[in-house]
């Protein structure tokens, strides 16, 4: 199975990071069901064209946290996540995407009503994903 990660080796964020923050979205998401088989460490090395001791550090981190689990000699599977847990992971990844924004809006004069404005325009251009 080839996950859907897309690494910006450009970024200033550590790869390892992106691995990681990109595979909690695909579980909290629902993308990635309890239980679902993941590639092995080699595996999504090789997908994503970085070293394993990127993508290991990902998983540990990941597995840390309780998103993954690792059985030995049978794989790395998606855990069984508390709701909480799942609402929290969202929450904090849009806050986060919107404080960039923000961020990036007030870097280039936005003023704030002129923020809250494009804010409402690409709303309503983006319901169709309701």
């Not at 964020?13 to 069901?33: M, R, T, V």
């Not at 990902?58 to 690792?70: D, M, P, S, V």
Request: hydrophobic residues 35%.
């Amino acid at each position: 199975m080839k996950l859907p990660i897309q690494l910006e080796k450009s970024s200033r964020e550590p790869i390892y990071h992106q691995i990681e923050k990109q595979l909690q979205a695909l579980i909290a998401g629902g993308h990635l069901k309890p239980d679902s088989s993941l590639p092995s460490i080699r595996v999504l090395s090789k997908d994503l064209g970085v070293s394993v001791i990127t993508t290991r550090r990902a998983y540990q981190n990941l597995e840390h946290a309780g998103f993954i689990k690792t059985i030995q000699g049978k794989g790395t599977y998606v855990a069984e996540i508390d709701q909480l847990v799942i609402d929290e992971t969202k929450s904090e990844a849009v806050e986060e995407a919107f404080t960039s924004a923000i961020r990036t809006a007030f870097n280039y004069d936005y003023s704030s009503e002129q923020i809250k404005e494009l804010v409402n325009q690409l709303l309503e251009v983006n319901k169709g994903g309701e």
